[in-house]
T-cell receptor
């Protein structure tokens, strides 16, 4: 069984740039959720994708967008980067119809915006 | 606003003792509750899930849920230095319908002293 993978591991961008982060879900999982974790905080829900459609969104502006592909992998895109976007971005996969909706995290992408 | 509250710690316990971690949540309709362990610089790892009132045991870990008091706890028996980490409490506020987003607390930092 393959776990959740994310790429890249680390990324440094300049304010105003755009970034794309990638995630491959655990084998057998059809739902991907993205979270942002600032230093010293718990993860905050950005959005979730199921059947290639957004299935719930947290309190994040529209410059945070995403995609899910037929193989259940997903991308998180952030436009017009701001310094406050510096954080650990976590992807979690789960089985939509399963119980208890356990979510398993990938290793994360550390984004630094300068 | 749906909130999950945890004591940020640090909680220090001697090796071999019982560590008790607590969490309260504001959404009375919440149905699913999770504990994640996060080592410094790593992503969260799911260690326990609980849905029914009472206790659930898995090895040295016991999760306790009291929905009437909106309280969930994690006990770690025979604490080891390798248990030193931040423990995140997470709640699914929608009870399994719709988006399965998780709301996290800020985490409790546990330090097990040899």
């Amino acid at each position: 069984e393959t776990g959740v993978t994310q790429s890249p591991t680390h990324l440094i961008k300049t304010r105003g740039q755009q970034v794309t982060l990638r995630c491959s879900s655990q084998s057998g999982h059809n739902t991907v959720s993205w979270y942002q974790q600032a230093l010293g905080q718990g993860p905050q829900f950005i959005f979730q994708y199921y059947r290639e459609e957004e299935n719930g969104r947290g309190n994040f502006p529209p410059r945070f967008s995403g995609l899910q592909f037929p193989n259940y992998s997903s991308e998180l895109n952030v436009n017009a980067l701001e310094l406050d976007d510096s954080a650990l971005y976590l992807c979690a996969s789960s089985l939509h119809s399963g119980s208890p909706y356990e979510q398993y995290f990938g290793p994360g992408t550390r984004l630094t915006v300068t | 606003q749906k909130e999950v509250e945890q004591n940020s710690g640090p909680l220090s316990v001697p090796e071999g003792a019982i560590a008790s971690l607590n969490c309260t949540y504001s959404d009375r309709g919440s149905q699913s509750f999770f504990w994640y362990r996060q080592y410094s610089g790593k992503s969260p790892e799911l260690i326990m899930s609980i849905y029914s009132n009472g206790d659930k045991e898995d090895g040295r870990f016991t999760a306790q849920l009291n929905k009437a008091s909106q309280y969930v706890s994690l006990l770690i028996r025979d604490s080891q230095p390798s248990d030193s980490a931040t423990y995140l409490c997470a709640v699914n506020p929608l009870g399994g319908a719709g988006s399965y987003q998780l709301t996290f607390g800020k985490g409790t930092k546990l330090s097990v002293i040899p």
